[in-house]
T-cell receptor, first 113, second 114 residues
């Protein structure tokens, strides 16, 4: 069974702080994704990675960066947290072929005060 | 541009009643279609997927969906729901060959009442 683990379930940070959200997979899946989920807006893709050190911007990359130094770990970085980044953040992975479904972690609920 | 529309944002239903959650997609080319479920305080998990072949797809927990190319729909159905089916349901589409980006609907909140 594929497991995607997000390091924190709940996180509270102050405006201006640098925030790291960590995601680890226990399978050898090529693709990893970061989404944010907000009421009424569904899931929006922030960044994804299709290989180590490779990344592509999603639909809402502003204010975020990512790091993938090892295949199993994909980190989302908020360079300077703002209140409008308060949200649920979901990490997911998938195999490299086109019909492979996503496997999600349980999410990190981030509150920026 | 490709889009996915879930026609109902909320669907209340009584336990043991049938339910249909509606999903339409817009695409002039073939697509893969997915339904995901999100139980409270959890991530999403795959319910079922349509890739090709038979238009009726069966998934987990007694759910099924029918792909209708002429109506560009992929509605999710269950003949008899349980309280435990209360969750958020998301429809998504992906173009074959573009193996990274899913196009998501905004979700349908299913509330099963006793």
């Amino acid at each position: 069974d594929v497991k995607v683990t997000q390091s924190s379930r709940y996180l509270v940070k102050r405006t201006g702080e640098k925030v790291f959200l960590e995601c680890v997979q226990d399978m050898d899946h090529e693709n990893m994704f970061w989404y944010r989920q907000d009421p009424g807006l569904g899931l929006r893709l922030i960044y994804f990675s299709y290989d180590v050190k490779m990344k592509e911007k999603g639909d809402i990359p502003e204010g975020y960066s990512v790091s993938r130094e090892k295949k199993e770990r994909f980190s989302l970085i908020l360079e300077s947290a703002s209140t409008n980044q308060t949200s649920m953040y979901l990490c997911a992975n998938s195999l490299g072929h086109g019909n492979s479904p996503l496997h999600f972690g349980n999410g990190t609920r981030l509150t920026v005060t | 541009a490709q889009s996915v529309t879930q026609l109902d944002s909320q669907v209340p239903v009584f336990e043991e009643a049938p339910v249909e959650l509606r999903c339409n997609y817009s695409s002039s080319v073939s697509v893969y279609l997915f339904w995901y479920v999100q139980y409270p305080n959890q991530g999403l998990q795959l319910l079922l997927k349509y890739l090709s072949g038979s238009t009726l797809v069966k998934g987990i927990n007694g759910f099924e969906a029918e792909f209708n190319k002429s109506q560009t729909s992929f509605h999710l159905r269950k003949p008899s729901v349980h309280i435990s089916d209360t969750a958020e349901y998301f429809c998504a589409a992906k173009r074959p060959g573009n193996n990274r980006k899913l196009i998501w609907g905004l979700g349908t909140s299913l509330a099963v009442n006793p």
